[in-house]
């Protein structure tokens, strides 16, 4: 157990529609890491977010959004949803800004319909 | 942009040395490389940092070299339960724009 939990820890959803996944990170932890896991595409960064302000930015689309809380956990908001969003999504947390020693959840697992 | 480039699987047997190469040609001067294990259905696991040279820990090594162009995973004697997904992982600058850019992994397969 890595300390850092997800959820929901299953989604199934329609294509059109919102949903928001959550993530709290281990205790002492101020940065917060999603990623999105597909078959094909392997583990793509998304974004991170290190004390509450956006410090690195991966391939987040426009229709996807974060932001991380003053208790420091954090959503990942996911709008008009497509097939093709369908995948794993993982939060991962470390210590401080930079990103070497992460600890990841267990992820949630989306499908859209 | 930094891109990394890591076998896409390699076979091995217990007891064996493995080794992984991740080539990684325009990591960032001040950025480390790190390795990350993943079994299925489960987040990927730290294994191992560093920035140059040689580092090992209680269950690999890594081995850099002077140019930082790419970096050597070495699992000393692999059991079956080393059987997963291993990932690299650099730091890149785009602009003013920090990235993370993850390997598409190597899956180890670890024979009786």
């Known amino acids: 157990d890595s300390g850092v939990t997800q959820t929901p820890k299953h989604l199934i959803t329609a294509t059109g529609q919102r949903v928001t996944l959550r993530c709290s990170p281990r205790?002492?932890?101020?940065?917060v890491y999603w990623y999105q896991q597909s078959l094909d595409q392997g583990l793509q960064f998304l974004i991170q977010?290190?004390?509450?302000?956006?410090?690195a930015k991966g391939n987040i689309l426009e229709r996807f959004s974060a932001q991380q809380f003053p208790d420091l956990h954090s959503e990942l908001n996911l709008s008009s949803l497509e097939l093709g969003d369908s995948a794993l999504y993982f939060c991962?947390?470390?210590?401080?800004?930079?990103?070497?020693?992460?600890?990841f959840g267990p992820g949630t697992r989306l499908t859209v319909t | 942009l930094a891109k990394t480039t890591q076998p896409i699987s390699m076979d091995s047997y217990e007891g064996q040395e493995v080794n992984i190469t991740c080539s990684h040609n325009?990591?960032?001067?001040?950025?480390?490389i790190t390795w990350y294990q993943q079994f299925p259905s489960q987040g990927p696991r730290f294994i191992i940092q560093?920035?140059?040279?040689?580092v090992t820990n209680e269950v690999a090594s890594l081995f850099i070299p002077a140019d930082r162009k790419s970096s050597t995973l070495s699992l000393p004697r692999v059991s079956l339960s080393d059987t997963a997904v291993y990932y690299c992982?650099?730091?890149?600058?785009?602009?003013?724009?920090?990235?993370?850019?993850w390997g598409l992994g190597t899956s180890l397969a670890v024979n009786p």
């Open positions: 991962a947390s470390s210590v401080g800004g930079d990103p070497y020693e992460q600890y």
């Open positions: 205790s002492g932890d101020l940065s």
């Open positions: 977010y290190y004390n509450g302000e956006e410090r």
């Open positions: 325009n990591i960032a001067t001040n950025d480390y």
């Open positions: 560093g920035y140059k040279t040689k």
């Open positions: 992982l650099v730091g890149d600058m785009d602009g003013n724009n920090r990235k993370l850019i």
